[in-house]
Nanobody, 118 residues
Framework: QVQLVESGGGSVQPGGSLRLSCTAS????????MGWYRRAPGKGRELVAM???????NYADSVKGRFTISRDNAKSTVFLQMNNLKPEDKAIYYC????????????WGQGTQVTVSS
């Protein structure tokens, strides 16, 4: 069974940094896209950053220049380096990936809380 396990959330002051990690485990053929969404209190789910297996990267306009997504294919892991965090970045961050087993399926992590407050 394929699972995505996240780590690295927490609480920081505005201007601080956090690094999220997400590792895929289980039996699979390949991982295609990997990335992050978030859901802020009272809001809908929002794409934060996504990377494809070919290296294409997309960011939400709200995080460009502050967040960096990277990927370690050998470790089936995607990272999100978040710098200059703002109170509006407070949300539950979810890792997601399209993973090939006998088919292509979209998997989600359990979510990790990021809080930014002074």
């Amino acid at each position: 069974q394929v699972q995505l396990v996240e780590s690295g959330g927490g609480s920081v002051q505005p201007g601080g940094s956090l690094r999220l990690s997400c590792t895929a485990s289980g039996s699979f053929v390949a991982i295609h896209t990997m990335g992050w969404y978030r859901r802020a209190p009272g809001k809908g789910r929002e794409l934060v950053a996504m990377t494809s297996s070919s290296g294409t990267i997309n960011y939400a306009d709200s995080v460009k220049g502050r967040f960096t997504i990277s990927r370690d294919n050998a470790k089936s892991t995607v990272f999100l380096q978040m710098n200059n965090l703002k109170p509006e970045d407070k949300a539950i961050y979810y890792c997601t990936a399209i993973i090939q087993t006998s088919a292509f399926d979209n998997y989600w992590g359990q979510g990790t809380q990021v809080t930014v407050s002074s």
